[in-house]
């Protein structure tokens, strides 16, 4: 499976961005998707993520209300609504496939990234 992120830039606290990411290859056994994001200095964490089939969401609490995930299975393409940004916000955001089973919150359950997308909101 490859992962192609796009989307992403510059913008002031309080604005609005937007990053999708489309994936190709073997996506058949797709289950979900995620996004995460790095920080400098700092461990990968989970942002969001959507289930292929249902579409259940699942946030990280401090991007809740902010943040929306969405997916077109049509085009295999997972997208990441982000309002209220804040300069915590700022990271590089990152696209993942989830594998079966296990915890949609857990970056150990995903198996395909990809190369990452800068998101920079100035204060």
């Known amino acids: 499976v490859q992962l192609q992120a796009s989307g992403g830039g510059l913008v002031q606290a309080g604005g609005s961005l937007s990053v999708s990411c489309a994936a190709s290859?073997?996506?058949?056994?797709?289950?979900?998707m995620g996004w995460f994001r790095q920080a400098p200095g700092k461990e990968r964490e989970f942002v969001a993520a959507?289930?292929?089939?249902?579409?259940?969401?699942y946030y990280a609490d401090s991007v809740k209300g902010r943040f929306t995930i969405s997916r077109d299975n049509a085009k295999i393409t997972v997208y990441l609504q982000m309002n209220s940004l804040m300069p915590e916000d700022t990271a590089v955001y990152y696209c993942?496939?989830?594998?079966?089973?296990?915890?949609?919150?857990?970056?150990?359950?995903?198996?395909?990234w990809g190369q990452g997308t800068q998101v920079t909101v100035s204060s």
């Open positions: 993942a496939v989830k594998r079966m089973g296990g915890s949609y919150y857990s970056r150990n359950e995903y198996s395909y």
């Open positions: 959507i289930s292929w089939s249902a579409g259940t969401t």
């Open positions: 290859g073997r996506t058949v056994s797709l289950y979900g």
